[in-house]
Structures are given as C-alpha cells and as structure tokens.
C-alpha cells in the first residue's frame, strides 16, 4: 500500500468517525430526560433491601461509574474559538445503560434504608457490599431493588468508545467513557441500543443428615439452575422484561423432589414497567413480577430455593421527597413441574407500604397492611370454608452512635379462617454493634424472634401467626427447620470482612416452642412435629456458619453449614438425630 493510499484511508476513516459524533448528538436526548431516573434509581437503591443483594451491586458500581465520568471537568476549549459549544448530552444509550443496571423506581419493593452494619449472612446471593438487618439471600430482593432477578451488565457500546473517552465535538467536552462490554455484550454489538439480554447460572451441592431431626433421613445433591432473560426499553418511561428459568435437581432420593426444587424450563417473570419521568410521581408495573417487602419476613421472592417465588401483580409505586408508597394485588404463582406455572386462583393477596426515610438517624420507618383471601382453608376441627388474615405491621431501623444499630418489627394479624376468629402476632429485635471501623469490620448482635401458636386446638379460636409468603432461609437457622409461628428464637452472632471481598458470618440459635399444645412449623410453613404430650418446649441449639467471595461482578463463590442439636421437645417427639446440612454454592451471570 502506498503512502497516499494510507493518507487517503486515514481521511476517509477520520470524516465517517466525524459523521458519527455528530449524528450521535443528533439523536441524543437532555439531561432533563434522562438524569431524574438515575437520581430516582439511585434513591430507590438507598432505600431498598430487599433485591438480590449481587444485583443491587452490580447496579450501585454501573451508576458510580456514569456519574463519575459526567463530573469530570471538561477540557478548556482552544483560544482560537470564537465561543465555546455546548456540551453533547449523554447518548440515549447512557439511558439504557441506566434502565438496565439500574433498575428503576418501581422494582423496589423492598425494605428502605437498613443500617450500615446490620448482619448479614454470607452466601453468594447476599455478599457483604448489600448490608441488611437480617440474614437472608438475595437479597431482595431486593428489593431490589426488587429488580428483578437478572444479569446485570452494562451497555454495550462501539470498539472505539469501549476503550476509553471518544473524541470530542468541536469546542465540546468528550462524552463519558463507557464499561468495556462484557459477556453476551459482546455478540449484541450489532444489536439495537434498547435492547438488553442476560444469563445466569447458579449452582448449589448440598447435603442434608437427620432431615427433620430423623434418624436415617440423609441426603445429597446438586441444584441446578439457569435464567434467561430480556428487556426491552422502548421509551425513556416505558419497558418490558421478560425472564425464563430452568432448574433441576440431580441426585435428590429422600422423597418426591418438592416444588421448590424442579421446574422444568417455564416464565418466571414478565412485566411492563411504566415509569415517571421526574424524581417524584405514580410508577406501574403490571405482569409476573418479585414482590419483597421489608425483611422479606412476610412476603419475599425466596431466592434460596431452586425456583424462587413470583406473583402475578398490578402494583403502582408514588415517589415523593420524603418517601414512598407502595400499593398491589396480586396472587402467588404456583410451580407446576408437568406445566406451565400458573397464579393460584384460590387465594389472593392485597397491601399498602410506605418507606419514610429518617436522615437523622440513617434509618427508615416502614408501615404496611397485607391481607389475604384464601376460597378454602382448614378450621381446628377440620371443618373448611374461607379466610381472611388482615396483618398490619411495621418495620424500624436505625444507626445510633457509637456504631450500634436496631432493628424492630412487629406484626398483629385478625381475620377468620373457616368461620373461627383469628387472633395472632409476631415480632422480630436485633441489636449490633460494629466493633471497630478496621478492615475486618468485626461486629456483634443479638436477635429475639417470636410468633404466636394455638393454645388449644378445640377452642374455636386460632392463635398461630400465619407467615404468608416469606423468605425465611437463614433468618431463624441455616437447616431451615424453623418458620415464623409457633415459635421463640435466640440469636448471638458475629459478622468479619477477613478480606475485601470475604464476608463471613458465624450465629448461634437457641429455639423454643411457644406453646406445645401447637406444633414445630419449618421455614416453608408446614408442621412438621406435632407432639401435645411433650413436658418440654426446648427444639434444640443451632450452629451455623457462612462465607461468601464476591470474585467479580460476574463470579460470586459460597459455603456454609448448619448443625442442629435436638432439644428435649424433638427427643420426645422424634428419633431425635442431630440434623447436619452444609453446602457450597457458586453464581455465574453474563
């Protein structure tokens, strides 16, 4: 090639590159248009705790990562311009960065602000950059928050604009520089900007001896779980997501493998999002969503388990200033491993929650009502019919000097069920203190959990806490063999950060029934011992143990065991073997 067929390539190559600036200008759209929803997401990921816990990371690192390359001080203009131009707006492809890593204003139904320190435990799905005031996966969602369960990733962009800041326009200052594409990213070069789609793998071995304090009851396997997943932005206030998943479970041979483990390739979610174009205003989502709430305590998306859990909602979220409120109908969505999964036409679930952030104290203060209509359920004497279960409630977090934070949460419920009177409550205390600001954040709590169960089974009243559809995995022990009803639980724990990336946490459960005229519910809500005759409501002791390594944004690593010890309740009850159950768990997403 001679040199002027290089100088002529080099000109050709500079004029098409000037052409696309200015035709990316063209198209892009003000700050107005697409600024107030990164501030409205940043806002709801303060406020939400309940979204997975990766997701909300990977988020929070994309959005950082956009705002700091905007507050960068643009080059002086040369002294030979006549004026300076103004500077490009952010391409509208900033926007679906945006929208996709940092899903937005309604996907938050989680809790608000949780204190900075408060415990969380270890596992791949909740790594120690999300803190919450309880130990619970994903992370809600999370959430978020809920956002929905996805691979987050950035968008995509050019070769040139991927390796750093493009070249400026005339007298302008250079666009941000973009993530360097990732993944599937990368084969959707060519694909169009308002496009966006995703992988994740998860994979848990885990193993379980004495399941349900049983002699004989082991068990080992392998959770297998793959999501795909799509969103489509097609206007600045409106998108649609869309989720399939498959998850399988090899090896299992105590039983029937349960709903919450297989589910052959079936719709997970898919929704449309209808968002306000300013900090404050009415967002809807409509379609089968996450729902998390608080804790995750009452309603939460169950992340742990193999399918997780959606509903079928309208939900519509109102931003204000000072907070927000949240207000759905919705029905659960139940797995049918030889079908498509459907809504459960039998039962329904309605509620209104507010998130009032309080600045002063670094906390939050959430209210909520949830009620729940069910066509058929069982009375004390077997008699059936409907019910319904008001639950008002409200959940309180704060930092307080001296680096102490608490939790609080307590709930009331009364309704009928099968023409009997309900009458019930529950609560949840924890307290924390972080020991010192060093990098091993070494912290200290404690917790008490309780919740009412029936004194007497033929009185015509029922007294045991209905848990409605929570996620409870590790939040009264790690071999899940407790539920919120019927019960009283004692917790000491400790939280460490050995490493940057290391979280580790170590609890010790002290269970108890509240009464023995009831029985022991597991974490799912069923009654597992029911033993009347028992002198002793002592179930047993608890250690458990967690470790997560978030590798990268796109490998998170965890292990954790849980060890029970029978008390004298199951030794009355059952064959009373100690139940052992450890895993290790590992996340992939593209």
């Keep these: 090639m001679t040199n002027t067929d290089r100088i002529a390539r080099c000109a050709l190559a500079c004029a098409l590159a000037c052409a696309g600036a200015v035709t990316g200008h063209a198209q892009s759209k003000p700050d107005a248009e697409i600024w107030p929803a990164a501030k409205r997401s940043a806002t709801g990921a303060a406020w939400t705790g309940s979204t997975s816990s990766a997701s909300r990371t990977s988020a929070g690192a994309a959005e950082s990562g956009w705002e700091a390359s905007r507050s960068r001080p643009a080059p002086r203009p040369a002294r030979t311009a006549p004026k300076k131009a103004p500077a490009p707006a952010p391409a509208r492809d900033a926007w679906v ?301 704060a930092v307080l000097p001296n680096r102490v934070d608490v939790v609080a949460e307590v709930v009331v419920e009364r309704g009928t069920l099968a023409g009997q009177d309900l009458s019930a409550w529950a609560g949840h205390y924890a307290l924390g203190w972080l020991v010192s600001r060093s990098p091993v954040k070494p912290r200290v709590f404690v917790e008490f959990n309780h919740a009412s169960g029936d004194t007497d089974a033929a009185d015509g009243r029922r007294q045991t806490f209905d848990q409605f559809y929570p996620t409870n995995h590790a939040k009264y022990g790690l071999v899940d063999q407790v539920g919120w009803r019927n019960m009283r639980d004692a917790v000491v724990g400790v939280d460490l950060s050995p490493a940057a990336k290391v979280k580790l946490t170590t609890t010790l459960h002290q269970a108890y029934l509240a009464t023995t005229a009831d029985g022991l519910y597991n974490a799912g809500g069923a009654r597992t011992v029911f033993n009347p005759q028992a002198t002793s409501r002592n179930v047993g002791a608890e250690l458990g143990m967690a470790v997560s390594y978030v590798f990268s944004r796109e490998l998170s690593l965890g292990a954790g065991f849980g060890y029970l010890i029978p008390g004298a309740f199951l030794e009355q009850s059952t064959t009373a073997s100690p139940l052992w159950s450890p895993y290790v768990m590992w996340n992939v997403k593209f």
């Design 97 to 397: 960065a945006l929208a996709w890593d940092a899903p937005a204003l309604t996907a938050a139904p989680a809790s608000a602000v949780v204190p900075a320190s408060a415990p969380v435990v270890a596992t791949p799905e909740t790594p120690a950059a999300a803190p919450t005031a309880a130990k619970h996966e994903e992370p809600a969602p999370a959430a978020p928050a809920a956002a929905p369960a996805r691979t987050e990733s950035p968008a995509p962009a050019g070769p040139a604009v991927a390796q750093g800041t493009a070249a400026p326009a005339p007298g302008g200052k250079p666009e941000a520089p973009r993530p360097v594409p990732t993944g599937l990213e990368r084969l959707s070069d060519e694909w169009p900007k308002w496009v966006k789609v995703g992988v994740q793998y998860r994979g848990r071995a885990e193993g379980t001896e004495g399941l349900a304090a049983v002699n004989g009851r082991d068990d080992g396997y392998y959770l297998n779980r793959i999501r795909l997943d799509a969103t489509v932005v097609a206007t600045p206030w409106l998108r649609t997501f869309v989720q399939v998943q498959d998850s399988q479970t090899l090896g299992f041979n105590t039983a029937t493998q349960p709903l919450t483990m297989t589910n052959t390739f079936d719709l997970r979610q898919a929704y449309v999002d209808v968002q306000p174009r300013a900090a404050s205003g009415l967002a809807l989502r409509v379609g089968r969503q996450e729902l998390g709430y608080g804790e995750q305590r009452l309603i939460g998306s169950l992340e742990w388990t193999n399918t997780a859990r959606t509903f079928d909602a309208a939900r519509a979220t109102l931003y204000g200033p000072r907070g927000k409120v949240d207000v759905f109908a919705a029905s659960v969505v139940r797995v049918e491993q030889d079908g498509f999964d459907r809504r459960r036409t039998d039962e329904r679930l309605y509620g209104a929650a507010a998130t009032v952030p309080v600045t002063r104290f670094k906390g939050v203060v959430e209210p909520y009502v949830f009620v729940r209509d069910s066509d058929l359920v069982a009375g004390e004497l077997g008699a059936r019919g409907e019910g319904r279960v008001y639950a008002p409630g409200a959940r309180i977090a």
